[in-house]
């Protein structure tokens, strides 16, 4: 219990300082990006914003609820991201952490500052004031519609996910597999005592 409680300690430590780094680059990427451009692109931009977190949120999903006896077979006859795909599964909690909440919940929160900074530059585009009626009622509009999107979007990728959640884990397996053979780039690591822990469970 104490070894649990240390690793879930260190664990969120460690994800708190990831996810102040990606946040704090993120900001400036996607602020400095917007700066320098009119406010169509920007609805782009924050588009693209609200497809990443779909997408990683759908990646969470899709490893909650994939099972790891499929690639067994897959990884008996050495295809290349079995093995990756099985350690993403017995890592679900972790892998669903990083890609929803971190990667998700950044998402949100930088498109949202990316909307506001897209309403002043249309505000300013039509020469209206700032605080005037017509930037509240796009604030209003724009916002919606991105919150709309972002929460129907992260719907639609969960009924994908748990539908083709063995495809949507393989594909990342091979991804997984591909950076650590080209380029020896370890993104989760296998843990020994959980893999224990499934294999008695897959045996009952």
């Known amino acids: 219990m104490k070894e ?12 708190a300082v990831i996810t102040f780094v990606l946040a704090a680059l993120f900001s400036v990427i996607s602020n400095s990006t917007l700066s320098g451009v009119g406010w169509t692109i920007g609805m782009v931009i924050v588009l693209i914003i609200v497809l990443v977190g779909i997408f990683f949120d759908m990646l969470g999903i899709a490893a909650t609820a994939a099972n790891e006896v499929p690639f067994h077979a897959m990884a008996s006859k050495k295809i290349a991201g079995a093995r990756h795909s099985i350690v993403i599964i017995r890592n679900a909690d972790r892998f669903a952490n990083f890609c929803n909440d971190v990667i998700g919940d950044i998402s949100g929160i930088i498109s949202g500052t990316a909307s506001a900074i897209v309403v002043l530059q249309l505000t300013l585009n039509f020469h209206y004031e700032q605080g005037s009626a017509f930037e509240l009622v796009v604030s209003v509009i724009f916002t919606s519609v991105v919150a709309a999107l972002t929460v129907g979007g992260k719907s639609l ?6 539908q083709y959640s063995t495809d949507i884990i393989f594909q990342v397996g091979k991804l997984f597999y591909f950076l650590e053979n080209r380029f020896n780039i370890v993104l989760l690591k296998e843990n020994k005592g959980k893999n224990k822990k499934n294999r008695n469970q897959n045996r009952k």
Do not use: P, Y
Not at 157 to 162: N, S, V
């Open 157 to 162: 990728g969960k009924t994908f996910a748990i």
């Open 4 to 15: 649990l409680f240390r690793q879930s300690i260190k664990w969120s430590f460690s994800i």
